[in-house]
């Protein structure tokens, strides 16, 4: 079965300060794996996809299949970073049709 | 376009009542998917719809749990006989097709999420 775990519930770093999010996931197949990002009082929405080899917002997210991980990085933390973040696993194909599996979720709070 | 709507944004219902979730997905999106986030948990998929079918429903629990998604109207997720452990926020996404990865088509589409609604049942 699919698994993908966030072992960090809370993270607080202060402004500048690197951060990282770690997310490690558990798939048979060839994962396709997101992070998603909740602000305060905003909608669940994608922030990257590791598909794309993109970075947004300052953050990028390696997918290390040996390390069954695809932490989630950026070098300077900002206040308006603090947010809930998601790691998400899809399914690429067969039955399951792109059901995405979440984390738990790792509340980032960036301090002044 | 207005993005995912959902409603009712907060619904309360006592235990044995029923409760009706509404999603309207995005303009030109045929594809919904339901999750359930309880407390302290990350969100949960339960079922995936097209127009006038469903296509995945391993996520549902078994009982007092259906969807659905006219051709006509918003796509509902209908929990009958509400119990305290249905209290948790429901959200539904849309796609514009199937979404999945390196295949075929060579396309991811995204998912697009609404902003929830909260069940919390007394």
């Known amino acids: 079965a699919q698994r993908v775990t966030q072992p960090e519930k809370l993270l607080s770093v202060f402004k500048g300060a690197p951060v990282e999010l770690k997310c490690n996931y558990s798939?048979?197949?060839?994962?396709?794996l997101f992070w998603y990002v909740q602000y305060s009082r905003q909608r669940l929405q994608l922030l990257l996809r590791h598909i794309s080899r993109e970075s947004i917002k300052g953050f990028t997210a390696d997918l290390n299949k040996g390390e069954t991980s695809f932490h989630l990085k950026k070098p300077f933390a900002q206040e308006e970073d603090s947010a809930m973040y998601y790691c998400a696993l899809q399914n690429a194909g067969g039955t399951s049709y792109g059901k995405l599996t979440f984390g738990q979720g790792t509340i980032l709070t960036v301090h002044p | 376009n207005a993005g995912v709507m959902q409603n009712p944004r907060h619904l309360v219902r006592r235990r044995g009542q029923e409760a009706r979730l509404r999603c309207s997905p995005m303009?030109?999106?045929?594809?919904v998917y339901w999750y359930r986030q309880l407390p302290e948990e990350g969100l949960k998929f339960m079922v995936y719809?097209?127009?006038?079918?469903?296509?995945?429903e391993s996520g549902m629990p078994k009982e007092r749990f259906s969807a659905e998604f006219p051709k006509e109207g918003p796509s509902i997720l209908r929990i009958q006989q509400v119990v305290r452990g249905d209290s948790a926020a429901y959200f539904c996404a849309s796609s514009p097709r199937r979404t999945y990865g390196l295949g075929l088509a060579g396309i991811h589409n995204e998912q697009f999420f609404g902003p929830g609604t909260r069940l919390t049942v007394l």
């Open positions: 303009k030109g999106h045929s594809h």
């Open positions: 798939y048979s197949g060839s994962p396709e």
């Open positions: 719809l097209q127009k006038e079918n469903i296509i995945d």
